[in-house]
């Protein structure tokens, strides 16, 4: 065992040490006598309990003292497994940018091992479509956090309303999107791949949208299997989601249908809004930083095979605030898209009615 890594060891007051500051796992250590709080606070992180012996001895805490010490912290969930995994070799090694996603995620996997957990990223493979402002910060935010591959695809070119977020320069300004997000996915991650092999399915695909989410995209995604996150830019805000997990969870229809169920126009609505989306349409700021992130958070939690909340679920981002909320569909029973419907909507979305005398 070894001590969590990622932790803050803080002294409090004479006999009390404090270690951790999230609230989901701080805890209190008290009662202590002062070696034994100067062994706690000058411990390195992730020292293993041999080195903690050792140092308790140089400190002259008693083998009685050292082993109830040693108990408490384990039951505080401050102690974790030494990594069964040695630290893999080659295109696997940690980038010295993953160290402090490696340290953040020590703290809150169970078995403290956040740097295998970043490693385990680069067999990962990502599919980016939209690379305006808040699909550059998506595919940057993934590359530093260690995805192995994400592959770009857009087929304009960048203007000056893409500057200032995500990472185009000056610069980039008339040439293609594509080329531009290369190079600095590149300077996140330099390991980062942008082409895989043909005929690979990539393991998510994130689909940038304005004003509506294309069906004939979305369709041809649920055919081929291939999970993918939805995220559309409208008038003042960006949904994000829902992640569609074809077979399994509900798919963009199933919103589509919902919405149908509360707007018997939505169809009509929806058929415009697709015909005229732009793909190269303006991204506020705000809403691509915050929006453009939380598409990667979510994609790195179906990665990495955690439940994200978009599953079945949208996060809405809109000004002023721009601070998600979270809007649920279930499947739709008319959909047909495989997935077993379990519960009624939650909301659907509809404008509010103002009617003309
Ligand atoms: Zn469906």
């Known amino acids: 065992m070894r001590l969590r890594p990622g932790l803050d060891l803080l002294w409090r007051s004479p006999g009390e040490v404090q270690i951790g500051t999230d609230p989901r796992w701080a805890v209190r250590l008290s009662g202590l006598t002062d070696p034994e709080v100067d062994l706690l606070t000058g411990a390195e992180p992730g020292s293993t309990v041999e080195a903690l012996r050792t140092s308790a001895t140089r400190h002259g805490i008693p083998a009685d003292r050292v082993g109830a010490l040693l108990q408490a912290l384990d039951q505080a969930r401050v102690l974790c497994p030494i990594p069964a995994r040695p630290p893999a070799t080659g295109t696997a090694t940690l980038l010295s940018g993953a160290a402090a996603d490696a340290s953040a995620w020590s703290t809150v996997l169970e078995d403290g091992d956040g740097a295998a957990h970043v490693r385990d990223r680069s067999a990962r493979t990502v599919g980016i479509v939209g690379l305006g402002r808040l699909g550059l910060q998506t595919a940057v935010v993934l590359a530093a956090a260690g995805i192995g591959t994400v592959l770009l695809q857009d087929d304009g070119l960048v203007t000056s309303a893409d500057l200032g977020v995500g990472g185009y320069l000056p610069r980039d300004v008339g040439s293609p999107r594509v080329e531009a997000a290369h190079r600095i996915v590149h300077d996140a991650n330099a390991a980062v791949r942008t082409q895989a092999p043909a005929r690979t399915e990539p393991d998510l695909l994130v689909l940038i949208e304005h004003g509506a989410a294309d069906p004939a995209r979305s369709r041809l995604s649920m055919s081929a299997g291939v999970a993918h996150l939805s995220v559309v830019v409208q008038e003042a805000g960006v949904l994000v989601g829902p992640l569609v997990v074809p077979g399994v969870t509900p798919c963009l229809r199933c919103v589509d249908l919902w919405r149908a169920d509360v707007d018997d126009r939505w169809g009509v609505v929806v058929a415009q809004l697709a015909a005229a989306a732009r793909p190269h349409g303006p991204e506020e700021s705000a809403l691509a930083a915050v929006a453009g992130s939380l598409a990667a ?31 649920s569909w279930a499947v739709h029973p008319d959909c047909g898209c495989g997935a077993i419907p379990v519960t009624p909507p939650v909301t659907a979305s509809c404008a509010g009615d103002r009617v003309l005398a």
């Open 297 to 327: 958070a979510q994609a790195l939690a179906h990665l990495d095979g955690r439940t994200p909340t978009v599953r079945g679920a949208g996060l809405e981002v809109s000004l002023p605030e721009a601070v998600p909320r979270v809007r």
